[in-house]
């Protein structure tokens, strides 16, 4: 099986397009969404839309569920939450129905998804640090797991000894006697001083996971963010991938 892994679309459908068309070359069976559809940028409907149509399932992250009024308002920086409020204005009942539907973990027989982390996932806790990974590798009723949320990739990795360990390298080879947790980066909006979007492919034949990243139109986006009256530092940000 291989799936595609994304992450923190944040309504920026230049970079989603992207990622689609990149995935198209690399035989997927499955795609997966970890949440955070919307927010910050100007296409939630659309995004939305290819989501549905794309992923097989898909979890809650802060932004969708702020967006519905599940998740408060008062946990937003002032700039997220006017992103907030322009999202609602600018999605329909149906869009908002999919957002309110979604359920902040998923778990099967190959993996876990998060959007934060394992440890009350409806609070979408940041996984910054080893010392907040232990307490979602305690949760781990598998071994592998993916996250998003803080925009970086990276993995935490729990070897049979029970120590974690901290990797940004692209490429995660898969050990049956390891835990891992996988965070897929940012497709909309990156945050680790790379601007290209960022996404996952985990192929459990080969026990691989692999980060990728690919190249999109930042100038159409940015400009979309500032003709919609959106802050203006949310398109320049995308500049920066940070």
């Excluded at 979602?136 to 996250?147: A, H």
């Excluded at 990276?154 to 070897?159: A, E, K, L, P, S």
């Excluded at 897929?184 to 192929?203: E, F, L, T």
Aim: with cysteine; glycine share 6%; aromatic share 10%.
């Amino acid at each position: 099986m291989r799936y595609g892994i994304f992450s923190d679309i944040h309504s920026n459908l230049e970079a989603f397009s992207s990622v689609i068309e990149a995935y198209k070359k690399e035989s997927i069976d499955k795609y997966l969404c970890i949440g955070d559809v919307v927010g910050y940028a100007a296409n939630p409907a659309e995004c939305i839309d290819l989501v549905r149509n794309i992923a097989k399932v898909s979890v809650a992250g802060n932004h969708d569920w702020g967006t519905v009024n599940l998740f408060s308002i008062d946990y937003f920086n002032p700039v997220a939450a006017k992103a907030i409020f322009w999202t609602r204005n600018n999605l329909d009942e149906n869009r908002s129905n999919f957002l309110e539907s979604l359920n902040p973990l998923y778990k099967n027989e190959d993996l876990t998804l998060a959007h934060g982390s394992l440890n009350n996932p409806q609070d979408f806790n940041y996984m910054l640090d080893t010392d907040i990974a232990v307490e979602s590798f305690k949760l781990m009723e598998n071994n592998i797991c993916f996250v998003g949320h803080t925009h970086v990739p990276g993995v935490f990795i729990q070897d049979k000894n029970y120590k974690v360990t901290y990797s940004n390298e692209e490429n995660i080879n898969i050990n049956s006697q390891d835990k891992y947790i996988v965070n897929v980066g940012s497709v909309g909006q990156p945050r680790d001083n790379n601007p290209k979007a960022s996404c996952c492919i985990y192929d459990t034949d080969k026990k691989e996971v692999r980060i990728k990243r690919i190249n999109y139109d930042i100038g159409t986006a940015r400009k979309k963010i500032i003709d919609a009256r959106l802050p203006n530092f949310l398109g320049d940000r995308l500049l920066l991938g940070r």
